[in-house]
């Protein structure tokens, strides 16, 4: 990309991650009127501190780090890494924990009722979108998982598809318009993708 993904602006002069933050919030208020239960956004950035401080600003949004700690280069753990630490913050253990990777322009509200709405039976360990290829940074993950994604970044794995080989998966088919949405790789990808969310 040339430059790290969650400041990539939008044409409203937002960056990537204020409008995944804006949509989580949003989403996080709707499920807050339905159900009377508090559903926390949290930032994984890995140090790197993108967002900007008002958004920390009466704990709206609440900033975590890895699980593990980056190397000697800076070099990350991985997504999985986050996910550990972001399924602490969550109160209620038998629960789902939504991810969104910043490299997408899918909102939390659109994913959220893809994902959950079409759960067989809210049973499923993971929960993800699928089209030509994989995108299980888009899903929702059940907080049970907790001890076994330990035992498995212990380990020395990092692999998210590997984690997931063994577990009950419910893949949902990622639906049309949002092809070009789901990630993107390059700035060529990321114009494409404006252009496909403003269409």
Request: with cysteine; proline share 5%.
């Amino acid at each position: 990309m040339g430059s790290p993904k969650a400041l990539l602006t939008l044409p409203n002069g937002e960056t990537l991650l204020e409008w995944h933050i804006d949509h989580a919030k949003s989403l996080s208020t709707q499920l807050r009127h339905e159900t009377n239960l508090k559903v926390p956004v949290m930032i994984a950035d890995n140090g790197k501190n993108f967002y900007h401080p008002s958004y920390l600003e009466k704990g709206k949004v609440i900033v975590i780090a890895d699980e593990l700690p980056s190397d000697d280069n800076g070099k990350g753990a991985g997504a999985l890494s986050a996910i550990a630490n972001a399924m602490l913050q969550v109160v209620y253990p038998e629960d789902y924990l939504m991810v969104i990777s910043c490299d997408c322009l899918i909102g939390a509200n659109q994913l959220y009722h893809q994902l959950f709405d079409r759960a067989t039976n809210k049973h499923e360990d993971v929960i993800y979108l699928k089209g030509e290829k994989d995108y299980p940074l888009l899903g929702l993950y059940r907080t049970d998982l907790l001890l076994e994604l330990y035992d498995y970044l212990d380990k020395g794995n990092r692999s998210v598809m590997k984690f997931l080989v063994d577990k009950t998966v419910k893949m949902v088919e990622l639906p049309d318009p949002w092809v070009n949405l789901a990630n993107f790789n390059t700035k060529d990808k990321f114009e494409l993708a404006l252009q496909k969310l403003e269409n």
